[in-house]
């Protein structure tokens, strides 16, 4: 199984013994994450990250095989999601400056402020901020972002080790999951049907266009637009 330097033997047998675990691996990541992740995407990155791991393991050093593997195999996904970029970020600027907007009209107004408030808020045209919208693409909550400090090592590497919640384990947690439940119950009418025909449903932009007789682009804007005020009101939650 080892040759006498700690290094495994017959590592193809390794690669297929261990393949199961990266798809484990990826499906546990990709149910946490936006529907527009592929898992197929996570799993090739991670039967890199297993190959390297076959390359690389040493028995001297301690570790089980398994255990070094995994971490391996979940750091490759997670370098995959990096590369990925979910949202550019002037994307990510711009919804920041929307959920800012947001915060501070809702403790001026004591309510969830309109499209032409926040447009005056904002001081531009209410065509304008929907182009923002438009721009913003806000299909996520938790960017990874969101737990790395200016100038700071990156959030996964420093915790790799300790496994300490990141922003996966934070979409897990109870009380977290509790307050979302909350800011979703506080939404305009026609975003709560839009997070609940996109998240629930799993239907995309067009097919809930086609229910809520809007075009795509609108219902884009309407998504952002929700995604905005939730991680205003759970911007305790998200580090900012």
């Known amino acids: 199984m080892y040759q006498a330097n700690g290094k495994l033997q017959n590592k193809e047998q390794y690669v297929v013994q261990y393949a199961p675990l990266v798809r484990r691996i990826a499906h546990h990541l ?43 195999i979940r750091g490759a996904m997670l370098d995959e999601l990096r590369e990925a970029d ?16 947001i915060n501070r009209l809702e403790q ?4 969830q402020p309109g499209e032409q408030e926040l ?6 045209p209410l065509a ?4 923002m919208l438009q721009d913003a693409r806000g299909h996520q909550l938790v ?15 420093r915790h790799s080790a300790d496994q300490r919640p990141g922003p996966l384990g934070q979409i897990e947690n109870e009380d977290f999951r509790a307050a979302l439940v909350e800011a979703i ?29 809007v075009t795509e682009s609108r219902v884009s804007q309407l998504h952002s637009q929700a ?8 911007k305790d939650w998200l580090g900012d």
């Open 30 to 72: 990709a149910a946490k994450l936006p529907a527009s992740v592929e898992v197929d995407d996570l799993i090739q990155a991670g039967l890199i990250g297993l190959l390297d791991a076959v390359g690389h393991y040493d028995q001297s050093q301690g570790a089980q095989f398994e255990t070094y593997a995994s971490q391996r």
């Open 143 to 157: 960017y990874y972002e969101d737990y790395q400090a200016d100038g700071d090592d990156d959030f996964f590497e």
């Open 227 to 234: 995604v905005a005020r939730l991680r205003s009101r759970l």
């Open 119 to 124: 447009a005056s808020e904002l001081k531009v």
């Open 185 to 213: 119950s506080v939404l305009p009418e026609r975003e709560q049907m839009v997070m609940s025909l996109y998240y629930e449903e799993e239907l995309n932009l067009k097919e809930i266009g086609a229910v809520l007789g």
């Open 128 to 131: 304008e901020f929907q182009q």
């Open 108 to 111: 001026k107004l004591g309510r």
């Open 86 to 101: 979910w949202a550019p970020r002037s994307a990510r600027k711009c919804m920041r400056t929307i959920e800012a907007a």
